[in-house]
DNA sequence: TTGATTTATTATCATTTGTTAACCCCGTAT
DNA sequence: ATACGGGGTTAACAAATGATAATAAATCAA
């Protein structure tokens, strides 16, 4: 329980000033999930209408391929959000697989006890925008990335704002979300090493 | 007059079912804007938080780079939405110019009276979910297709599902939406007819 | 430690794309 | 008719990427 409270205030924190000041309601819409290394969140065809927010570790989307591997959609890590857009947004079975890279606490918020709170306390209502619009922003950087940066500026970015996660997932999967292969990440990274650029501290 | 409630009545038509039946509180938050072909809607450094329901014509979103040229982030049309992420989500000014390829009729809403009005009238929140989960959708459909499709792919996605689309816009915008130059796309286009395939229906 | 597995790097070659420039097509204005 | 400009195609070359395979490095388990 203080796990709960933990998480739950992370997220209130972030939502300071927009929330009533009575959030107990909250408390019964949401539980801590706890998932071990590897670990399968939500299975291809799932219909989970989960909203999951993560206090520690990484969680990774992807599609299994028919060639037999797959291809990362996005990471999540750390303050971010994760949920099955498929099944929360369009009601339909989920395309991805979502899968624990590491260890991972997560405040999952059920989406459907949550609109029913919502009916008796509209006052939470900011509560499902700001879900909406974190998912919306981050949807949105992972398009301008593409649209505007090259695979390496994109890897460079990645690097510079979240060394901190790259360093912790294996290499194979950074490059599976820029959208390049495994190979050609590695002759990015020797093209910038030998101008000089190391990965070094970040966040 | 007629104009307002023929675009507003096409958009409560998608929200049937969701909203309540005296939608009058609406026409208060609404405004009919017509734009002329390559008149600009938002600048780079604006601050508009509208959501514009576009009834007909095509918009496009694109960021002036330093070289001169310019990069597409994405092409919007009849029945989708088009709004300043930047000056909705993080208010801060657009980083992006969104300007009309063709003339181009729209349902603006003011997001911030909106929200006055679902102070007193909560009971039109699906309306701003609707909207955010519509773009969200359309950012994810986006992201998907650079994560999983090659510029080939993605082309040939587009044309499947929008050639009504494709076939009213100069290809080197098309071009630049997939993240491919025009000459590029006009070899992708070669190869597709040399294998037989030929632009043809669609919606 | 050893051995087995996974992951990352490197090499090779084919394919694709970017870049630049030339050329063509087609409307429009003069 | 002529000139102009926007848009699309094609060519030529450089650069980056994909695919595959071999090798090296790291990780994990026994």
Redesign the interface.
Known sequence: MSFSINILQGLLQELSGVLPADTAPLFTITRVLKLEEGEVYIREGDLSRKLAFIEKGIMRAY?EKASGDD????LRWEGQLIAS?DAI??RQPSRFVYRALEPVTMLEIDYDKMEEV?KDH?EF?PL??YF??K???E??E???G???LSPEERYLRLVDSKWGVVNRVPDKYIA??L?VTPVSLSRIRKRLHARGRKPEEGN
Do not use: D, K, W, Y
């Open positions: 599609a291809a990362t959609l996005f857009h947004i369009q919502l509209p209502e499902r925008n909406l619009m998912m919306l922003a949807a949105l992972g398009l301008e593409f649209v505007f599976s979300m959208g």
